[in-house]
């Protein structure tokens, strides 16, 4: 069975400051998939990154980046110099996808606040 | 171009009674999703459909629960007898589908909050 961790509830930073949201996963596959998403006040769910469990290379986009590491089963999530408009939960999720069922297997989230 | 569409956006029932709650995906997705997000939980898994088929249900809680497709486009989530325990915002996510890698992200409507009395 999938599971998903995500044990920072709640995180609050001052704005400028860098915050990092950690994400533990298992799974029995080789091959999955791996997600952020972002839920502001409004309600909607907002796609931020698919990584595959074979590419470890970390990635950033702008001042987002993530931190892919198998060893520990970890997929952290990294914003620097946050702005109050990042303000929102976060949700990591893991999908096995097999023969295209791509459904998501999601953390409890973390809600950051980010404080002016 | 236009996103994920849910009808209602919010919808208030009585304890005993029926429920549907619709979801538009986007057009040409064959890929659709339902979950359910109760407060301050992340969106559990309902059920998936490819086309007009469901391929996966395993995410239903119970018999009460159903859902149809039956053009492979719009969606339809039936809850029979509600309880106050389905009280819970309901998503919809649609995706291009097609079944090989690299596999398309799930584009999330902007859910339906129902509220059992």
């Known amino acids: 069975a999938q599971k998903v961790t995500q044990a920072q509830t709640e995180i609050s930073v001052v704005e400028k400051e860098d915050v990092t949201l950690d994400c533990v996963y298992e799974?029995?596959?080789?091959?999955?998939?791996l997600f952020w998403y972002k839920q502001p006040p409004s309600g909607e769910l907002v796609f931020l990154i698919r990584r595959n469990s074979f590419d470890e290379q970390n990635e950033i986009s702008g001042r987002y980046s993530w931190n892919f590491q198998k060893s520990t089963s970890s997929f952290n999530f990294t914003i620097t110099a946050s702005q109050v408009v990042d303000s929102a939960v976060y949700f990591c999720?893991?999908?096995?996808?097999?023969?295209?069922?791509?459904?998501?297997?999601f953390g409890t989230g973390t809600r950051l606040t980010i404080i002016p | 171009g236009a996103g994920v569409s849910q009808t209602p956006s919010n919808k208030v029932t009585e304890k005993g009674k029926y429920v549907e709650l619709r979801c538009d995906p986007i057009s040409g997705h064959t890929a659709l999703y339902w979950y359910r997000q109760s407060l301050g939980q992340g969106p559990e898994f309902l059920i998936y459909f490819q086309g007009t088929g469901a391929a996966d249900d395993s995410g239903l809680p119970n018999d009460r629960f159903f859902a149809v497709r039956p053009e492979g486009s719009v969606s339809t989530l039936k809850i029979q007898r509600t309880e106050r325990g389905d009280s819970a915002v309901y998503l919809c996510a649609s995706s291009p589908g097609g079944g090989r890698p690299p596999y398309n992200e799930q584009f999330f409507g902007p859910g339906t909050r129902l509220t059992v009395l």
């Open positions: 999720a893991l999908s096995e996808a097999n023969f295209g069922n791509e459904k998501l297997t």
């Open positions: 799974t029995r596959d080789t091959t999955y998939y």
